[in-house]
């Protein structure tokens, strides 16, 4: 299956995004119209500190008019190393040097309307923050909270960021299961 593209028109460019639409064909005399949103893509980190509890941030999100518990994200400068930009998040959000950083893989979180791509990351964290240095328009907490604590929130209902699930999920299967349910 592919699409070809017929025509792309520039809709809106903005700091964190682009719009455009484009008319595409599916197959000989079929057209359709898209429309696409172009992101530079991002990083999200499961972090943990060395006493085992896991570091989460919880800010308000406006599209949704609430505040939201998150790992750790922030989106990538146009040519940033993944690794690279998951570090500068992780300092500038929590306070907290990465010690080590292990990838979990990738992520589109909505493939049907926007290009976006998250490097999802495990991150061993420094026992000590410093103060936290975000963007002048971010008003974050940091929240620790142990598995049982944070898996509880899931079951109640209380965690519902898509990234962060699914990376939890990555994280469970991947890095995190008891050594027998690995082979």
């Avoid at 484009?22 to 429309?35: I, M, N």
């Avoid at 499961?46 to 800010?59: E, L, T």
């Avoid at 040097?97 to 964290?125: C, K, M, N, R, T």
Wanted: include cysteine.
């Amino acid at each position: 299956m592919n699409e070809k593209t017929i025509s792309i028109t520039p809709i809106y460019s903005g700091r964190i995004f682009s719009v455009e639409t484009q008319v595409v064909e599916l197959e000989p005399g079929v057209r359709a119209g898209r429309e696409i949103i172009r992101h530079p893509g991002a990083i999200a980190a499961i972090a943990r500190v060395p006493d085992g509890r896991f570091v989460f941030v919880r800010q308000f999100r406006k599209p949704i008019e609430r505040d939201v518990l998150e790992i750790i994200a922030g989106r990538k400068e146009p040519d940033e190393v993944p690794e690279d930009c998951a570090s500068r998040e992780i300092l500038e959000e929590t306070g907290h040097e990465v010690i080590s950083l292990q990838s979990l893989g990738i992520l589109y979180p909505s493939p049907g309307y926007i290009d976006e791509l998250i490097h999802l990351f495990v991150a061993e964290l420094s026992e000590s923050a410093s103060e936290q240095n975000g963007d002048h328009d971010e008003r974050i907490t940091v929240e620790y909270l142990t598995r049982e604590e944070f898996e509880a929130m899931i079951d109640g209902g209380l965690v519902d960021d898509g990234k962060t699930l699914a990376a939890w999920l990555l994280f469970t299967r991947r890095f995190d299961r008891p050594t027998s349910a690995r082979s």
